[in-house]
């Protein structure tokens, strides 16, 4: 199946989270889960990832950005020391945040996160964001990332239903 919208995308906004687990091999899979994800997700949605050192969070967030619009030419790297990176001329514009370093979730304030989250128009993606849990809206998906060899990733999903099921699809080679 193609792009086309979902007729029961609306029922889904209420929907309880699904979970799914799946194993990525390489990074050019990787790649082609960002860019299935990025076709399934809508502004305001927030994905909090988490995972091993290495296991390929930022990775992820680029190839989601390059597939959001931001040229090859941009650098898309790990926010660790400035935190929040803005990409407003993505289509929606990106927001990627890594909270690895922040003490305590009070701190988020200091970043403009929170306003990025209320205005609703980013997608607002926050490495080791789940270790503030209570501190956000309700994430679209929540994906722990394990390494299982040199390329070989294990994803674990916890999201919107919808959002879940296109990423699974794209993994394991299902039709929608
Ligand atoms: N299947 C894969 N998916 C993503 N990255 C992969 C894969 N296989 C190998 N890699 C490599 O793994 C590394 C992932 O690094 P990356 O900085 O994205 O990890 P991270 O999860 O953001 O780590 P950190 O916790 O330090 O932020 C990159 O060097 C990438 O080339
Ligand atoms: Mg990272």
Known sequence: MGDRPDP????DLDAPPLEATFDVADEAGTIALARRTAAALRPGDLLLLE???????????????????????????SPTFALV?????????LVHADVYRLPDPGELVYTDLPEALQEGEAIVVVEWGTAFEDAWPTPALVARIALEG??????????????VRAMTAVATGEAL
């Open 8 to 11: 029961t995308e609306e029922a």
């Open 51 to 77: 995972g091993d050192l290495g296991a390929g969070k930022t990775f992820f967030v680029r190839a989601l950005a390059r597939a959001l619009g931001v040229p090859e030419d941009e650098p898309v790297q």
């Open 85 to 93: 990176h803005h990409y407003p001329d993505a289509t929606p514009p």
């Open 150 to 163: 040199d390329t070989a990733r294990r994803w674990e999903l916890r999201g919107r239903p919808s959002l």
